[in-house]
């Protein structure tokens, strides 16, 4: 399966349902399987900012297959192989936590990236989008 | 279930006492990319990228109907961008920076210089839309743009700005 826009939007949908309940403003990315952007939403009350860092963070989770917050030990110095060329990967890599990898089995599928809130509630939002793609929304 | 956009404080202030638009909130955004999208896809029969910006120029939301280019989505942000920024829509731009019509245009030659102004950010192909407050009529009143990327001629990227334009009134 694949991340289609309809999915997405879905995905969207209940994640931001996930932020209002926490009481923060959010944005939200989904990229799809080979890391491009389907689509990205802010809520009212986020910060222009966060919509790219929410694309980051998305971008990150899918092309290193893990949340965003566990690249950071890539670039711990004490660490064998350690070092990062930030000005690669088209900007887009970012070591901050809220960006999860959308898998199904042991292949991802896609990336979603939230950015808003703290680290805790950024993930908590990802999970419930995640959760989205199984149950689609109501219109 | 409601539709999740925002604070209902936020969402209140959107509006005047005449039920104009003053601000572009996430819904309204949602609707118009939803309109477009599918103006894109059923009526003009390529699938497009199609984005809503903000006065500050802040992208709202951003959507890639399914089979659009990965690369449309940045232009389409660009193209919304740049109408709010220069108050007019993108085609406009397009014939001031084009030397063959140039001097036809009150400005002359000398607006050819605004071409890959804002470190190549300002996009002069058709497709992006200023959203203006209504009743108002100069460029200070831009409150949003709309832009799409996607189409192979640059009059249909423009047409599926414009349908989901008219949905932020439906």
Redesign the interface.
């Known amino acids: 399966m694949h991340i ?2 309809d999915t ?2 879905d995905m969207i ?1 209940a994640g ?2 996930e ?2 309940r926490l009481g923060n ?1 959010c944005s939200i990315a989904i990229v799809d399987e ?1 890391g ?10 986020a910060l ?2 966060t ?2 860092i929410a694309r980051d963070k998305a971008w990150t989770a899918f092309a290193f297959k893990m949340p965003s917050s566990e690249i950071g030990r890539f670039g711990n110095p004490s660490a064998a192989n350690a070092g990062f060329n930030t000005a690669n990967w088209n900007d887009r890599l970012t070591t901050i936590g809220g960006g999860l990898p959308i898998k199904v089995g042991n292949s991802v599928i896609g990336g979603v990236g939230v950015s808003g809130g703290t680290e805790k509630e950024d993930v908590a939002v990802c999970q419930t989008a995640i959760k989205a793609i199984a149950t689609p ?2 219109a | ?1 409601e ?5 209902a404080t ?2 209140e202030t959107a509006f005047d006492q005449e039920g104009h638009v003053k601000r572009i ?2 819904g309204m ?2 609707k118009m990319l939803e309109a477009a ?1 599918r103006y894109s896809v059923e009526i003009v029969g390529f699938p497009c990228s199609i984005a809503v910006v ?1 006065a ?1 120029g ?9 089979g659009a280019p ?1 690369g449309t ?1 940045d232009i389409a942000i660009e193209k919304a961008w740049s109408a709010v920024v220069m108050g007019m829509p993108t085609l406009m731009l397009g014939r001031f920076i084009d030397p063959r019509v140039a001097t036809t245009v009150p400005l002359g030659t000398h607006a050819i210089g605004i071409a890959n102004r804002h470190r190549g950010r300002l996009c002069a192909i058709h497709g992006g839309i200023p959203i203006r407050e209504v009743g108002t009529s100069l460029g200070l009143d831009v409150i949003g743009g709309i832009g799409t990327s996607g189409c192979p001629s640059a009059d249909d990227d423009n047409t599926v700005s414009q349908a989901g334009f008219s949905a932020l009134y439906d």
């Open positions: 289609t826009l997405a939007r949908r931001m349902g932020a209002q403003a080979n491009w952007l389907v689509a990205a939403e802010r809520m009212e009350d222009i900012p919509l790219d929304q109501p | 279930m539709e999740v956009t925002g604070l936020e969402r909130t996430l955004a949602r999208v903000d500050a802040g992208v709202i939301a951003v959507h890639r109907a399914d990965p989505v």
